[in-house]
């Protein structure tokens, strides 16, 4: 099973925890980290994300952090993959665009988030999402490692 993960806005792969911890624990998946330019326009990106040379038929999920978060989304849409969102930012782009109802998502959500409002994830997948809060981490979610267990089971569920 492959699974692609996003770090955030200004971002990238190599320095992103989210991506540095996801393979140091779950290394037992094929993961991807993909960089994208996250702060070029929607349309560039998009145009950047559907030309990765990557073999779509083997993702199964996604990962993303924050900007990485809305762009996971956005191929878990296009793939029908799971998508595994940590402190997403869901209105970078004021597109606050519904998802498809097959499409399963986890949210990883740190009450302490003092960049997004954590409420809104919240609601907005209330019922329709499995989600996870954490009292404290911050944005950048510094206790990911923590959610290990959890990710883990959200991937294992994708291969059921």
Same mark, same amino acid.
């Given at each position: 099973?492959?699974?692609?993960?996003?770090h955030?806005h200004?971002?990238?792969?190599?320095?992103?925890?989210?991506?540095?911890?996801?393979?140091?624990y $779950?290394?037992?998946?094929? =993961? /991807?980290?993909? #960089?994208?330019?996250?702060?070029?326009?929607?349309?560039? &990106?998009? *145009?950047?994300?559907?030309?990765?040379?990557?073999?779509?038929?083997?993702?199964?999920?996604?990962i993303?952090?924050?900007?990485?978060?809305?762009?996971?989304r956005?191929?878990?849409r296009?793939?029908?993959?799971?998508?595994i969102?940590?402190?997403?930012s869901?209105?970078?782009?004021?597109?606050?665009?519904t998802?498809?109802?097959d $499409?399963?998502?986890?949210? =990883? /959500?740190n009450? #302490?988030?003092?960049?997004?409002?954590?409420?809104?994830? &919240?609601? *907005?997948?209330?019922g329709?999402?499995?989600?996870?809060?954490?009292?404290?981490?911050?944005?950048?979610?510094?206790?990911?490692?923590?959610?290990?267990?959890?990710?883990?089971?959200?991937?294992?569920?994708?291969?059921e």
């Amino acid at each position: 099973m492959s699974v692609l993960v996003l770090h955030g806005h200004k971002g990238n792969s190599k320095d992103s925890r989210t991506c540095q911890t996801i393979q140091k624990y $779950l290394g037992q998946y094929d =993961i /991807i980290p993909v #960089d994208y330019p996250s702060e070029s326009s929607r349309e560039e &990106i998009i *145009k950047h994300l559907d030309a990765l040379p990557i073999d779509w038929k083997e993702v199964e999920a996604v990962i993303g952090t924050s900007l990485g978060g809305y762009w996971a989304r956005y191929l878990g849409r296009k793939l029908m993959a799971d998508v595994i969102m940590i402190n997403p930012s869901l209105r970078f782009y004021n597109d606050d665009d519904t998802d498809p109802l097959d $499409l399963y998502i986890h949210l =990883i /959500i740190n009450e #302490d988030d003092n960049v997004l409002d954590p409420q809104y994830a &919240i609601n *907005k997948y209330k019922g329709r999402a499995h989600i996870i809060t954490l009292k404290t981490g911050g944005h950048r979610c510094e206790n990911l490692a923590s959610c290990i267990d959890e990710i883990e089971k959200m991937l294992n569920s994708v291969c059921e």
